[in-house]
């Protein structure tokens, strides 16, 4: 899950959770406030019954007569020991309230409807159901103990709670949702500068290490962050060039020795005096001598073109290039009874580096000539894609390929797919290392696909043609 | 024929000093610009074989020093590999030609050679083993002097060969000669007999006696007389 998804669902769940409890606390004052209010009051008028009754005993209860109004408009019953009912106000008749052994309060809901109890209501209530506030108290006269039981009708609070419920629930939903626009509009501030961060850091790479993140100076941790990755860039920036540099360097102290050893064995072969079972010897150590200056150069070559610095672009017909270097390699195809054949369209014109592109094909026809195998096929197809002003080159071959888990390894320095092998033919394993940063240097893509022990295929695209 | 050789490394001088001197030529050898241009200004030299990087004032400086008091020696100059700024510098500066290190004795024969056919003997600028010519100006091969068609690869090759007469020339050096450095030599190498085979019909060599097989490193020609 994105940051910004979590940001948002986090600051989305923490207002909700907010307000639900706020809601609650609401709604339960709200619930519980006109219960307790009615409890005194049935609290009082229970006190005030107690204090002006008159039992008679083994009879009925009466009140005194100026304290008649009391019962209305509450429903009230006096029970005795024997559960007699010795006293009732008028509503006891129309409605049956049980009594529960208990101090508190409680709600008894009827089914009928307000209007029976107060006719005289007003008409938007009038056919809602009656509930009931009950109260019992216990007390004690002339030595006998009586339960006293009170209540009020009150307007049936469960649909007014309900109303309110459904009301907060709404409400929180729509919090919700302005909490998640809020969460989701917030977390995209917080996180722009982190986007903008990471798309900088994203373009660096081995040919942009002099980009940096512009800093803004507020001092803030994602400045802090901006500084760090920058410091890391310095650093990296750093290793690449002294990299570059000590392998261009240690190529370059090489030559001297090596131009001493091949020019000192080259001599000692001129000599017919070498006995003849030194002599094999002498070659192979020339053998290898050559292996090795031709190492060096194209380390050199390699390090020229890692640090950029040779791209001189020219108008040519790529066709030309494609045939001149194909026809080098004619006596050793018809050697090795290789077919070849060369499929272009016409007349593609491109600008590029022409030395470059020469030794490109150079290097992969090279490749598929000395991977291939005898009376093997070689076929080269080449097609522009004016859209993208690419030329699209496909080098098919017949050779041994590449298994599978190597295939973006063939493009590594050294890589070798079959050391003896390639090793027999003189390659430096860096041919197709070259050939990538030729192409990378032009702006294209190239990839190398296989079906080991049947056939590969370099798949390469440049974006090199000439706009006419 | 007097050679000066300007490198650092004095491994490098005496072998290649050792070569040269094989070849008859008379070698005189400096280790820094300095001790080279001091060696200049004393006495004349048909060819000077400068290396770049030099403690002190380096080939460029040399170079232009010496441009710069009108001595026209030939001069090679021995460059860094892949760097085509130094190549051009040393151009502009009057280099005559330039060799990259590592390089092969044949290829730096071969190219004295042609410098001093370019330079000073201008009378006999040819080529000739036996009844075979050859104008490194021209371009031309001639035999029994009708003109023969060679390709430009066989040409190369004869007249390497006739650069380097007398020694035996590897099929790998003729490959670098010939293709270059962005071909393969060991793959190219493969190659050299096919052309051989038809420079030898080309020019009537039958029994092999002009372009002379060398086993084990391969080809040479082999004629004292010009």
């Known amino acids: ?121 007003e008409e938007d209530d009038r056919d809602e159901l009656t509930a009931f506030r009950v109260r019992v108290f216990p007390f004690e006269y002339s030595g006998e103990r009586f339960v006293l039981q009170i209540a009020r009708p009150v307007e049936n609070f469960n649909q007014e709670t309900v109303e309110l419920f459904t009301t907060i629930e709404l ?57 760090s990755l920058n410091a890391m860039f310095d650093r990296l920036q750093y290793s690449f060039v002294r990299q570059k540099e000590f392998v261009a360097n240690a190529a370059h102290e090489l030559k001297t020795p090596i131009t001493i050893l091949r020019v000192s064995l080259e001599e000692l072969l001129q000599c017919d005096t070498i006995p003849e079972k030194e002599r094999g010897g002498v070659e192979k150590l020339t053998q290898t001598v050559l292996r090795m200056d031709r190492l060096v150069r194209n380390l050199l070559d390699l390090s020229a073109l890692e640090m950029d610095r040779t791209q001189g672009r020219e108008n040519f017909l790529l066709n030309d290039l494609v045939r001149e270097v194909i026809d080098e390699f004619q006596p050793l195809l018809q050697r090795m009874r290789i077919g070849c054949t060369l499929r272009m369209e016409e007349a593609m014109r491109v600008w590029a580096d022409r030395e470059q592109l020469r030794r490109l094909f150079i290097n992969l026809m090279d490749n598929a000539v000395k991977y291939n195998r005898e009376g093997g096929e070689i076929r080269l197809q080449a097609v522009s894609r004016d859209a993208t002003g690419e030329v699209q080159v496909l080098l098919f071959n017949t050779g041994e390929g590449v298994p599978a ?44 696909e296989s079906k080991p022990g049947q056939w590969t295929q370099i798949d390469m695209a440049l974006p090199i043609l000439s706009r006419s | 024929m007097r050679i000066l050789l300007v490198d650092d490394d004095p491994d490098l001088r005496a072998q290649v000093e050792r070569v040269l001197s094989g070849e008859r030529y008379l070698v005189e050898m400096a280790g820094d610009g300095d001790e080279a241009l001091e060696k200049i200004f004393a006495e004349p030299y048909d060819v000077i074989i400068l290396d770049i990087m030099l403690p002190g004032t380096d080939g460029f400086g040399v170079l232009k020093e010496l441009r710069e008091e009108k001595i026209d020696t030939p001069v090679i100059m021995l460059t860094a590999r892949g760097d085509v700024e130094d190549r051009v510098q040393g151009l502009d500066l009057g280099a005559d030609d330039y060799l990259a290190k590592p390089f092969s004795m044949a290829e730096l024969l071969a190219r004295i050679r042609a410098l001093l056919r370019r330079g000073g003997n201008t009378a006999h600028p040819v080529l000739q083993v036996r009844n075979i010519r050859l104008d490194p100006k021209s371009r031309e091969v001639t035999r029994d002097g009708a003109l023969i068609d060679l390709t430009p690869k066989e040409f190369l090759l004869l007249e390497f060969l006739l650069y380097n007469r007398n020694r035996a020339v590897s099929r790998f050096t003729m490959a670098e000669h010939v293709w270059g450095d962005a071909f393969d030599p060991f793959i190219m190498s493969n190659n050299i007999d096919v052309h051989i085979k038809n420079l030898r019909r080309k020019i009537g060599d039958d029994g092999n006696e002009i372009v002379r097989s060398v086993r084990g490193v391969g080809y040479m020609i082999k004629d004292g007389e010009e």
């Open chain 1, 171 to 227: 409400g929180l939903v729509a919090s919700g949702i302005v909490l998640l626009l809020i969460g989701y509009v917030t977390a995209g501030r917080i996180l722009a500068p982190i986007r903008r961060i990471n798309a900088i850091a994203g373009t660096f790479n081995e040919k942009t290490l002099n980009i940096r993140i512009p800093l803004r100076d507020n001092r803030d941790e994602l400045d802090e962050l901006a500084a």
């Open chain 1, 1 to 121: 899950m994105k940051i910004r998804h979590r940001i948002t669902l986090w600051i989305t769940f923490a207002g909700i959770l907010a307000s639900l409890v706020l809601s609650l606390i609401v709604f339960f004052e709200m619930v519980e406030e006109p219960y307790e209010l009615l409890d005194q009051e049935l609290a009082r008028q229970a006190d005030a019954l107690i204090s002006n009754l008159r039992i008679l005993p083994k009879g009925p209860a009466s009140l005194a007569a100026n304290r008649q109004h009391f019962t209305s408009p509450y429903w009230l019953r006096i029970i005795d020991r024997q559960q007699r009912t010795i006293f009732a106000s008028e509503l006891v008749a129309t409605v049956d309230i049980p009594v529960r052994n208990t101090d508190e309060g409680y709600s008894v809901n009827t089914d009928i409807p307000l209007r029976k109890i107060f006719p005289d209501m």
């Open chain 1, 405 to 448: 888990a190597d295939r973006d390894k063939v493009f590594d320095q050294f890589y070798r797919v079959e050391k003896s092998r390639s090793t027999a033919f003189g390659g430096s394993g860096l041919g197709l290392t070259l050939s990538k940063r030729i192409v990378e240097l032009h702006g294209g893509r190239i990839v190398l």
